[in-house]
């Protein structure tokens, strides 16, 4: 079975500051895929980053990083210099590999506040 | 280009009642998903279609919910007879290929009294 873990219910910070939010995944699978959403209010996902279990590569697109460590099954996400726009729920999700890719499993979310 | 489309956007019915859901994907996509989500939770995938195919409805609660897909484009997800434990958002999705990113609608959110 596969799970995820978001252990951060709610985290509010205050505009420019940075702020990780935690992912941790379990899986016996050797081939699976991570992935970050975003869900603002209006309630649309939507599609920030997906990994593969084979690259470890640490990536950066603008304010946003992450970091994918196998050794502690965490694959966190990393937002610098925040901005009030970043304000939504943030969900990390988990799909196996091969032809049940796609059935996704999400974490339970991580309410990000940013204040003004 | 148009992403994908949900009706109703809110829906109030009392318990017992039918309630049905549409979602239009992306054009072009062959892959689509119906997820549930409860508030304060990440979405549950009900059903997978792979064009007109139901090729994964394992957390589909048949027992009152049923989904259709008949000409591989749109799909209606039905529940019938409604419970107060039904009230979530009923969310859609699409994806070119199955292997592809999926892309998300924004949603019917389903309340039952």
């Known amino acids: 079975a596969q799970k995820v873990t978001q252990a951060q219910t709610e985290i509010s910070v205050v505009e420019k500051e940075d702020v990780t939010l935690d992912c941790v995944y379990e899986t016996r699978d050797t081939t699976y895929y991570l992935f970050w959403y975003k869900q603002p209010p209006s309630g649309e996902l939507v599609f920030l980053i997906r990994?593969?279990?084979?690259?470890?590569q640490n990536e950066i697109s603008g304010r946003y990083s992450w970091n994918f460590q196998k050794s502690t099954s965490s694959f966190n996400f990393t937002i610098t210099a925040s901005q009030v726009v970043d304000s939504a729920v943030y969900f990390c999700?988990?799909?196996?590999?091969?032809?049940?890719?796609?059935?996704?499993?999400f974490g339970q979310g991580t309410i990000l506040t940013v204040h003004p | 280009e148009a992403g994908v489309v949900q009706s109703p956007r809110y829906k109030i019915i009392e318990k017992k009642q039918p309630v049905a859901f549409w979602c239009n994907p992306i054009?072009?996509?062959?892959?689509l998903y119906w997820y549930l989500q409860n508030l304060g939770q990440g979405p549950e995938l009900l059903i997978r279609y792979e064009n007109e195919e139901a090729v994964d409805d394992s957390q589909l609660p048949k027992d009152r919910f049923s989904a259709e897909r008949l000409k591989g484009v749109d799909s209606t997800l039905k529940i019938q007879p409604a419970e107060l434990g039904d009230s979530a958002v009923y969310l859609c999705?699409?994806?070119?290929?199955?292997?592809?990113?999926?892309?998300f609608g924004p949603g019917t959110r389903l309340t039952v009294l």
């Open positions: 990994r593969n279990s084979f690259d470890e």
């Open positions: 054009s072009g996509h062959n892959t």
């Open positions: 999700a988990l799909s196996p590999g091969g032809t049940s890719y796609g059935k996704l499993t």
């Open positions: 999705a699409s994806s070119l290929e199955y292997y592809n990113e999926q892309f």
